[in-house]
């Protein structure tokens, strides 16, 4: 079965320095992955997918994944991290009839 | 363009009441869920609809019932409301070849 598997629970990094957020994936044919990002007391906003064209993904704000099928591995990265990038980042895959399968998330602190 | 609209926004309930949780979207999706959200373990899907008049169980469906009489609606029922239904609840839609969009959120808390 698809699954995800966020490898932090909690990522600190000063304003102005790069962001780094880790997902593992385990599924046995090419999946479709996605970032999501919820700020606090909000829904649930789409930052990027993936869906087997290109292995660089670029997403909105700045961010940006790489596929990589021999780590099993879409982690979520940006150059330089601003104290509005806050947040929960929810790692995510999908089964049949687009049914997502969320990890448990990576809250993200930028201090100043 | 409202996109999917959840109501209510907060909700308190004792428990054994029962309750009823509105999703509609605008976008003419085939696809809509319920989720719930609980701190730690990320969204768990409740109940699923592929289409008006279809309805099929999640991960976590127990203690909760679903219609989609409409297209634009996906209803989420508690008949008998229990602490452990303490959660805050996305509705989302999709198409086959969209991603999904979310609603705001519905805070529920059962004392």
């Known amino acids: 079965a698809q699954s995800v598997t966020q490898l932090d629970s909690h990522v600190s990094v000063s304003e102005g320095t790069p962001v780094l957020l880790r997902c593992n994936y385990s599924s046995s044919y090419s999946p479709s992955l996605f970032w999501y990002v919820q700020h606090p007391n909000k829904g649930l906003q789409l930052l990027l997918k993936?869906?087997?064209?290109?292995?660089l993904v670029k997403g909105i704000n700045g961010f940006e994944a790489e596929f990589k099928k021999s780590e099993t591995s879409f982690h979520l990265t940006k150059p330089s991290a601003h104290m509005s990038d806050a947040a929960e980042y929810f790692c995510?895959?999908?089964?049949?009839?687009?049914?997502?399968?969320f990890g448990t998330g990576t809250r993200l602190l930028v201090s100043p | 363009n409202a996109g999917v609209t959840q109501t209510p926004k907060f909700r308190v309930l004792k428990t054994g009441q029962s309750m009823t949780l509105l999703c509609a979207q605008d976008m003419n999706h085939e696809y809509m869920y319920w989720y719930r959200q609980d701190p730690g373990m990320g969204l768990r899907l409740i109940h699923y609809?592929?289409?008006?008049?279809?309805?099929a169980k999640g991960e976590v469906p127990d203690g909760y019932n679903v219609s989609r009489l409409k297209k634009q609606n996906f209803l989420l029922g508690l008949e008998s409301a229990a602490p452990s239904q303490t959660s805050v609840y996305f509705c989302?839609?999709?198409?086959?070849?969209?991603?999904?969009?979310f609603g705001q959120g519905t805070r529920l808390t059962v004392v």
């Open positions: 995510v895959t999908n089964t049949g009839f687009q049914k997502l399968v």
């Open positions: 993936y869906t087997s064209a290109a292995t």
């Open positions: 609809s592929v289409g008006e008049g279809t309805t």
């Open positions: 989302a839609s999709s198409s086959t070849v969209s991603e999904a969009f």
